[in-house]
């Protein structure tokens, strides 16, 4: 076991010795990669109390006091980049090369646009007769998933720093060692006490006290739509203030007029990167039936420079999946989709290696919108291929889903294909394979969440407004320097 870790409460790391562990095991190989303490509604409980203690100091900082110490977390992991993309690697399974670019590079950009949106907040301004004054919305409750925890927990602990507000952090239990360097990196610099804490635990032992507390103020989770379900639930109980960024069935559409070539590299690099575990994955795409032919022929070449491999090679494109309880989840759903009558084209439930949670990456066609693989969130490396004969209806197929967190379309003409990403109801479009903006919000319609996250919309998720009726002309008075 190389290391066992213990909570970060009130400013200091406690105590391992007589604690429960969760073990940390590495889907390539099942092999042991650490432990964190199981955390219980004591730990919780100890974690909300400094922090509501800690809460008045934090918000009454200056801006340039909270700046400060966001970007002296951004420098810490620049600092320890490689030790951060290893730990992913060996926790999650991510190849060695995107967890360096766009595990740990992502989550050092979202500081600094966030950042930047901080620098030109202003949080007193006059409307109509009133002074309207941005104040932090007080003890945050961070829950972050596994397919990118570092990303989350930035998004998530940044924004909510920035804004004056104080954070108890629950990370994914099936990752959750990435957030123990966060915690050594706000020790060392000496974050104040009580300012954030990272409680190590399940779902029924630390989230659900955890978003039940009444000390805490606001909930922000990433995961899945039925987890969501449940955390909206409990913390409606205390109306407390939500943000969920939850599941995506996104869609890319390509249009007549599209190079095929590109758009088959664009949708399977998005389906497939991270292993297909990404919320934001196109896993549908609408073709034109005129295409449909050539389109999953040059597919089904393409597949090839996804195959899976060892995540500690820099050449390896496709890792194993997070843990086997996810392949097993991954590999049902391909035996649905074979058994609803979709034709599989490349790729299957066989395993394409022996050991650890690899999967095939999977392509199938004809695939109706009454089957469950067209509807359900698969979270691995499945595409669904659907043909269509009019753009209103590749329209109508994309918008027929109950998520509505990401899309895609694909033409030779830039203004044919936003007209087309107008009418999706999404939350986020990509032309022509374009992908994450951590300057841009991001977040979904419908069922794919609440609120948005990264960049000023991101930052003031994390604000209360409050109105101060006949103080109009005081909107300039304010130092917050």
Partial sequence: MTRVVGHYIDGAFQTTVGRELIEVDNPADGSLVGAVVAGDA????????????????????????????????AAGLERRRDELAETLT??????????????????????????????????????????VVSEPAGVVAA?????????????????????????????????????????????????????????????????????????VDMVTFTGSRAVGERVAVAAGRGIKRVALELGGKSAAIVLDDAPVAESVAGVLGSCFANTGQTCAALTRVLVPRALAGEWEAAAVHEVARWE??????????????????????????????????ARLVAGGAEPPRPGGAFVRPTIFADVAPDMRLFREEVFGPV?????????????????????????????????????V???????????????????????????????????????????????????????ASGDDS
């Fill in 90 to 131: 060996a926790e999650m399974g991510a190849p060695i090369g995107f967890a360096r670019a766009a595990q740990v590079g992502v989550a050092i950009a979202d500081l600094a646009h966030l950042i930047a949106a901080a620098r030109a907040h202003v949080d007193r301004a006059a409307v109509s007769n009133s002074l």
């Fill in 383 to 419: 595409l669904a291929v659907t043909a269509y004969d009019t753009l209103d209806e590749a329209i109508s197929l994309a918008n027929d889903s109950d998520y509505g967190l990401s899309g895609g379309v694909w033409s030779a003409d830039e203004r044919r294909a936003v007209d």
């Fill in 143 to 215: 829950i972050t998933p596994w397919n990118f925890p570092l990303h989350q927990i930035m998004l998530k602990l940044g924004a909510a720093l920035l804004a004056g507000c104080v954070v108890v952090l629950k990370p994914s239990e099936v990752a959750p060692l990435n957030a123990a360097i966060v915690a050594e990196i706000l020790d060392e610099l000496d974050c104040p006490p009580g300012v954030v804490a990272v409680v190590f635990g399940d779902g029924a032992g630390v989230g659900e006290p955890l978003v039940a507390h009444p000390g």
């Fill in 42 to 73: 004591a730990d919780v409980d100890a974690a909300v109390r400094a922090a509501v203690r800690a809460f008045p100091g934090w918000a009454a900082t200056p801006m340039g006091e909270r700046i400060a110490l966001v970007e002296g977390i």
């Fill in 421 to 475: 990403a107008l009418r999706l109801r999404t939350g986020t479009v990509g032309i022509n394979g374009a992908g994450l903006d951590v300057g841009a919000p991001f977040g979904g319609y419908k069922q794919s969440g609440l609120g948005r996250e990264a960049g000023t919309e991101g930052f003031q998720e994390f604000l209360e407004l409050k109105t101060i009726m006949g103080a109009a002309g005081l909107a």
């Fill in 308 to 341: 899976p491999g060892d995540p500690r090679e820099s050449s390896t494109a496709m890792g194993p999946l997070a843990s086997e309880l996810q392949r097993e989840r991954v590999v049902a759903h391909i035996e649905a989709a074979i058994a609803d009558g």
